[in-house]
């Protein structure tokens, strides 16, 4: 089977640094630092999927060919020379790129007849691709699409849970063994973002190998208006925490749901950053560093941790606490709260149906710690809590 690859190596980038995305800021965050992201993760589904395909897994021999640009838009992320993948490059990644050169690899790919395009970036990057399959016809439209996640945003139903889910998926399709399914195309929306309104836009459909387990599914538009009362409950519960503990130092994630808590304490938290809460001191839309260092002041005397709690809340309709839109998170800053000090915040809409929570931190070591634990405390309600399992993948 031929496979197309995409990678879009300037998704993900501003995630540590507080970016809401990469969008045209590309060259500012590496400046200021950032490491490549989309990339990385893409090189570690490609080592998952050779090492499948080398495996009694395979159990009907398939041949997976790689077919794509080299350098930083694909090969470069493939190991090996010989790969243990075999290779087919259709041309050379330019030195600068942009989301034309996106359009441009998806039509050299529907014309070289790949049967999947297995893609590597985050929301953004999904809607060039379907964008362009759109306007090549009603049998590009169809073209299979396998997300390796890897941007800041991923909404979006085509991504995989985790790079090498994404690598199950695609020899699973190989195979034979996965149908085709109908999925949405989500992405914030700009427009209304710039009022201060948080808000998913549906912008197409895509079709996508379909696997409730390695697939995460897309993001839910609309939070329920009448669960109100609710927000108010959990925000009066995390008052308590600080009347009990006036040290208590909260790291508040992102998200709806949050800010919707803040109001009722009076706060005005930012709808896709992170904030941390510490007295009447609140530090806004802190990036890795910042967080970093905000944390690491919070000791006593014998450089012992202080009280401290992260607030996080899933995502509807896809369970992800960690690894979705709040990559300041990255493995160091986890670390330095620890997993006892993590709290799940979750309103009843976003409980419906939602047996496990995903963890994605960018580090295979720290989600493994993550999945030991098995649970992870989620509020519900004033002074009501429930245990929620960690999925496993």
Same mark, same amino acid.
């Given at each position: ?73 694909? &090969? ?84 995989a849970t985790t790079p090498k889910a994404a690598a199950e998926v695609a ?62 409950a959990l925000a009066h519960h995390v008052s308590t925490l600080l009347e ?108 419906? &149906? ?40």
């Amino acid at each position: 089977m031929r496979i197309g690859l995409l990678v879009n190596p300037d998704a993900g980038l501003g995630g540590k640094l507080g970016f809401k995305g990469s969008d045209g800021r590309a060259a500012e965050a590496r400046a200021a630092g950032a490491e490549d992201r989309a990339g990385p993760r893409m090189n570690r589904c490609l080592q998952h999927l050779a090492s499948l395909t080398a495996s009694s897994l395979n159990r009907s021999n398939v041949a997976l060919t790689l077919v794509g640009w080299s350098g930083r838009m694909g &090969g470069a992320w493939v190991d090996g020379d010989p790969s243990p993948l075999a290779t087919h490059w259709l041309g050379t990644t330019p030195d600068e790129t942009h989301p034309e050169d996106t359009a441009q690899l998806v039509r050299d790919l529907v014309e070289a007849n790949v049967e999947a395009i297995l893609y590597a970036g985050g929301d953004g990057t999904t809607r060039d691709i379907v964008n362009t399959l759109n306007a090549l016809g009603p049998d590009a439209r169809n073209m299979a699409l396998i997300g390796v996640p890897g941007g800041v945003k991923m909404h979006s139903g085509c991504f995989a849970t985790t790079p090498k889910a994404a690598a199950e998926v695609a020899l699973s399709f190989a195979l034979g063994d996965l149908r085709t399914a109908i999925t949405e195309v989500m992405d914030l929306d700009e427009d209304v973002y710039q009022e201060g309104v948080w808000k998913v836009r549906m912008y197409g459909e895509a079709w996508t190998p379909s696997s409730p387990r390695f697939m995460q599914g897309a993001k839910e538009q609309v939070e329920r208006v009448s669960e109100e009362d609710t927000i108010e409950a959990l925000a009066h519960h995390v008052s308590t925490l600080l009347e009990d503990e006036p040290d208590l130092m909260v790291v508040w994630g992102s998200g709806g749901t949050l800010r919707r808590m803040g109001e009722h304490l009076g706060l005005e938290l930012t709808l896709l950053g992170i904030d941390v809460q510490h007295g009447s001191m609140v530090h806004s839309d802190l990036n890795e560093a910042g967080l970093l260092d905000i944390i690491a002041g919070h000791v006593d005397g014998n450089g012992e941790q202080r009280p401290l709690v992260l607030l996080l809340s899933p995502m509807g309709g896809q369970g992800f606490l960690i690894g979705r839109g709040n990559l300041q998170l990255s493995p160091s800053v986890l670390r330095s709260i620890g997993h006892s000090n993590i709290l799940g915040v979750a309103t009843p809409s976003k409980l419906i &149906g939602l047996d496990a929570v995903r963890i994605d931190t960018g580090e295979e070591a720290l989600d493994a710690e993550f999945q030991a634990k098995r649970f992870i405390k989620i509020l519900q309600g004033f002074r009501t809590t429930r245990l929620l399992r960690v999925a496993d993948v």
